[in-house]
């Protein structure tokens, strides 16, 4: 018998901070600190003007993280939050349209269409379980179902 052996590639040690470069060998210069809003600015032009500031402050910081030489699971990661909001905001209007139907079903009497609706319920709640939170990381349960303003029970 002949054992394969396969040879992995060496791992480089990732740094510790990822340097943005603004051009190949250079660094980017931090960015500008909050400058302070002209004596003679309205509130709202002086809020325009700090909103416009906190945005390129974002950006400069979101190019060392998207940019090339940032994480190289930024990206994918990032797609994969979109897409779990998505998902979830989906289940959720499925569950209110259910809502909407079971209720209409029970007002009518209808026992066929509530019958039908709870099968329905019962695969929208199975596909929208892993997406949701019924427990916390700890271990502690919330009461009714995390209702607002519902304690914590351990």
Not at 20 to 37: I, K, M, R, S
Not at 88 to 109: C, L, P, S
Request: aromatic share 10%.
């Amino acid at each position: 018998m002949s054992e394969s052996v396969t040879k992995r590639k060496p791992r480089r040690a990732k740094p510790a901070t990822v340097k943005v470069a603004t051009e190949p060998g250079g660094e980017a210069e931090p960015p500008p600190q909050l400058p302070e809003p002209e004596p003679g600015l309205s509130p709202e032009e002086a809020e325009a003007e700090r909103r416009e500031y906190l945005l390129t402050r974002f950006w400069l910081s979101a190019r060392g993280f998207w940019g090339k030489n940032g994480y190289r699971l930024a990206w994918p990661l990032s797609l994969g939050l979109v897409v779990l909001i998505v998902a979830t905001v989906g289940f959720q209007y499925g569950i209110n349209v259910w809502n909407r139907a079971i209720f209409d079903a029970i007002e009518k009497h209808d026992a066929r269409a509530v019958f039908h609706l709870t099968g329905i319920f019962s695969r929208l709640r199975s596909a929208a379980l892993p997406l949701g939170w019924r427990r916390c990381s700890c271990g502690c349960r919330s009461s009714a179902a995390g209702a607002p303003g519902s304690p914590m029970q351990c």
